[in-house]
Structures are given as structure tokens and as C-alpha cells.
């Protein structure tokens, strides 16, 4: 686990908040629904939370405007039916 953990530390460059953070989500889960813990699922429950740290704290807030500039409609979408 301790290999698995490094990987994902250094693939996603984690600062120790996010892994904190990771941990404190995965770690809430299986007190909340101890049944979800399973041999195979603390991987892939590390991995997403890992995922949703990064995203929270590394995105600042984004209007759709800023992520992809507006383009016009095609003229197929402006027909009506």
C-alpha cells in the first residue's frame, strides 16, 4: 500500500493537503459504510479521492467563458423541427 501511495503521490504531484484530504474522504466512507470495505475497493476509493483533492484544490473558480470561448451554433441546431 505504502508503493501504491508513493505512485499516486508522485503521478499526481499530491501536496500533503491533498493526501490528507484523500485520506480523510476515503477514511469517512468506510466509517459511514463499513461494508464497502473489501480487499480490492481501498485502491480504487484511494484513487478517486485522491482525484477529487487534487481538482478541489487546485481549481480556482472557472466561468464556462474562461474554460472555452463561446462559438456560434451550428446552422443544423437553428432549424426548427
Not at 32 to 58: D, E, F
Amino acid at each position: 500500500m505504502q508503493q501504491y501511495v508513493s505512485l499516486l503521490v508522485e503521478r499526481f504531484r499530491l501536496t500533503v493537503g491533498e493526501l490528507v484530504m484523500a485520506y480523510a474522504c476515503v477514511e469517512r466512507v468506510l466509517v459511514l459504510h463499513p461494508t464497502t470495505m473489501r480487499v480490492n475497493s481501498v485502491r480504487p476509493m484511494l484513487l478517486g479521492a485522491c482525484i477529487i483533492a487534487s481538482k478541489t484544490s487546485r481549481d480556482g473558480d472557472l466561468s464556462l467563458s474562461q474554460v472555452d470561448p463561446p462559438r456560434p451554433l451550428p446552422a443544423s441546431f437553428m432549424r426548427s423541427t
